[in-house]
Nanobody, 122 residues
Framework: VQLQASGGGLVQAGGSLRLSCAASGRTFSIYRMSWFRQAPGKEREFVAG????????TYADSAKGRFTISRDNAKTTVYLQMNSLKPEDTAVYYC????????????????WGQGTLVTVSS
C-alpha cells in the first residue's frame, strides 16, 4: 500500500483546509485509515480515523466539531476537512493505514504517507 498526502498550506486562523490521502496498491487490504499530526517538539498524535468501508469514524477531542474525515470510494482517497483552524493546529499531518484493525499507537500502523505541512497563522 502506498499513501500520498497532499493539501497542506498556510492559512489564517479561522480558515479551512482540506487534506487528501490517495491510497494505491493493495487497498483492499486496508481496514482503517487515520490522520495523525506532529507539531515541532511534540509526539505524533491521532486526529481522526475512518473504517475503509466508510461506516465508522473517530475523532480526537481536539478535532471534534471542526474536522471531518471522509472517504471517496471511487478514488480510494481519504480526506480531512479542517474548519475553524487554530494556530495550535499547526503541524505536519500524516495519513496512515491500519491493515488489521488493531492499531492504536502510531507505531502499530502499517503504512504511512509522507506528511503535509499545515501552518495556521494568528
Amino acid at each position: 500500500v502506498q499513501l500520498q498526502a497532499s493539501g497542506g498550506g498556510l492559512v489564517q486562523a479561522g480558515g479551512s483546509l482540506r487534506l487528501s490521502c490517495a491510497a494505491s496498491g493493495r487497498t483492499f487490504s486496508i481496514y482503517r485509515m487515520s490522520w495523525f499530526r506532529q507539531a515541532p517538539g511534540k509526539e505524533r498524535e491521532f486526529v481522526a480515523g475512518i473504517r475503509w468501508s466508510g461506516t465508522v469514524t473517530t475523532y480526537a477531542d481536539s478535532a471534534k466539531g471542526r474536522f471531518t474525515i471522509s472517504r471517496d470510494n471511487a478514488k480510494t482517497t481519504v480526506y480531512l476537512q479542517m474548519n475553524s483552524l487554530k494556530p495550535e493546529d499547526t503541524a505536519v499531518y500524516y495519513c496512515a493505514a491500519d491493515l488489521n484493525g488493531v492499531a492504536v499507537r502510531p507505531s502499530e500502523y502499517d503504512f504511512w504517507g509522507q506528511g503535509t505541512l499545515v501552518t495556521v497563522s494568528s
